[in-house]
């Protein structure tokens, strides 16, 4: 069978339930590789893990140079398959797709793909192209964008970076205004470079109406899918999933099916949709394994096993439906976001106390199975 690579950032939790998900299938080795990031020695503490190393490098280019070196001295006598849990790492393979494609089993789609739904603004446009709702949308260029978006846009709107490097850049995920005073005085004052932001009209309505779609699509069309909704999310409103829970929704199943059929996606991904008066609105797709990929495995659909069996020649030969009312907390951010919520520690405690004590609870690190990354990563945060 062949080895797996993953490339890892600060999405521990999606790096070990790939781990998990194949170790307890197959004796294979699994390499954890940290591009640019120091989460080395938390993925090193798991069993499920052969090896994790970091590679530091200021471009592109030396950073790939870096990795072929890597490699090249393991001598794999297969070609390994490959995970990208993070935006960057996806864009990074992408640019070097022709030695990548060579080299590995990929599970990222088509370079199209990750050339328009990497970069806000494109991505609105093809989704609704391609037969998904989406909020009204404008890519800020000059001061003309400004004064439609005052006079045309219901308010409060949302602003978001247009890709990750602008993300890093610019040092904030999301911004919401619910006033047109200080989204005039934000934009003019912050000196942001043209089409780096787009601004959106921002759907209303609480994060249990924010719904998550993973999935795998394979070369002959057929999907696996897993479906359920961002109970909360840190930060509130319009950050990472905190906590989810796992149900089902036909209407989602069907647009996304359609949708993901017309742009001929074949790969791992993600789609975050936001439900407002019976309508489901396209807020942003991921191109890679999403950083709560653990609830796919935990509600019966091992999303990142079935792209492994795939890729490596093994049949499917089982129907994977999904079970409801699987609930997936990520400790940190749910301390995070109820600690934005007016310091709501009690709410903390039942986030974390309630599942311990459901057999349908399930946290994104802390795992019987494999506990010494959890340990490792909050004696780090302590130090």
């Known amino acids: 069978m062949k080895d797996i690579v993953i490339f890892a950032g600060s999405a521990i939790g999606s790096v070990l339930s790939i781990a998990h998900q ?31 190393i970091e590679i530091y490098a ?34 990074f393979i992408d640019n070097y797709r022709e030695w990548f494609s060579t080299n590995f089993e990929l599970t990222i789609p088509s370079h199209k793909i990750i050339s328009t739904y990497n970069y806000k603004g494109l991505a609105e446009i093809d989704a609704q192209l391609n037969g998904l709702t989406i909020p009204k ?13 005052i006079d045309k846009y219901n308010f409060p709107v949302i602003i978001k970076p247009t890709s990750y490097s602008t993300k890093l850049r610019l040092g904030f995920k999301t911004k919401t205004f619910y006033e047109k005073e200080p989204f005039v005085q934000y934009i003019e004052s912050s000196k942001i470079d043209e089409d780096n932001i787009i601004c959106q009209e921002y759907i ?7 719904y998550y779609y993973i999935f795998y699509r394979d070369n002959q069309g057929n999907i696996f899918e897993n479906i359920g909704i961002k109970k909360l999310q840190s930060p509130p409103g319009a950050g990472i999933m905190a906590i989810g829970i796992s149900d089902y929704n036909e ?37 890679r394994a999403e950083g709560f990929f653990m609830i796919a495995e ?37 301390f995070s976001a109820r600690r934005i919520e007016h310091r709501m520690y009690l709410f903390f405690l039942k986030d974390i106390i309630e599942p311990i004590f459901s057999a349908k609870g399930y946290f994104n690190m802390l795992t019987i199975i494999d506990i010494k990354p959890f340990i490792t990563l909050i004696k780090r945060i302590i130090k």
């Open 298 to 334: 935990a509600s019966n659909v091992p999303i990142s096993k079935i792209a492994y069996q795939t890729l490596s020649g093994v049949a499917i030969r089982k129907k994977f439906k999904q079970i409801n009312g699987i609930e997936y907390i990520d400790i940190i951010p749910t």
């Open 22 to 52: 194949t170790l307890k299938k197959y004796p294979i080795r699994t390499y954890v590789i940290c591009l640019n990031s120091n989460y080395s020695a938390v993925f090193r503490s798991s069993r499920f893990i052969t090896e994790s």
């Open 137 to 149: 949308t404008k890519i800020i260029k000059r001061k003309a964008d400004i004064l439609e978006i």
């Open 251 to 287: 209407t989602i199943s069907r647009i996304s099916k359609d949708f993901l059929k017309n742009i001929d996606y074949i790969g791992i991904g993600g789609i975050e949709y936001k439900e407002y008066r019976g309508k489901y609105y396209f807020i942003e797709m991921s191109t």
């Open 204 to 210: 209303l309505g609480r994060d249990d109406k924010v």
């Open 58 to 91: 200021e471009t592109d280019s030396c950073l790939f140079e870096k990795f072929k070196s890597w490699t090249a001295k393991k001598r794999f006598a297969e070609r390994p398959v490959l995970y990208a849990t993070t935006d960057n790492s996806c864009v």
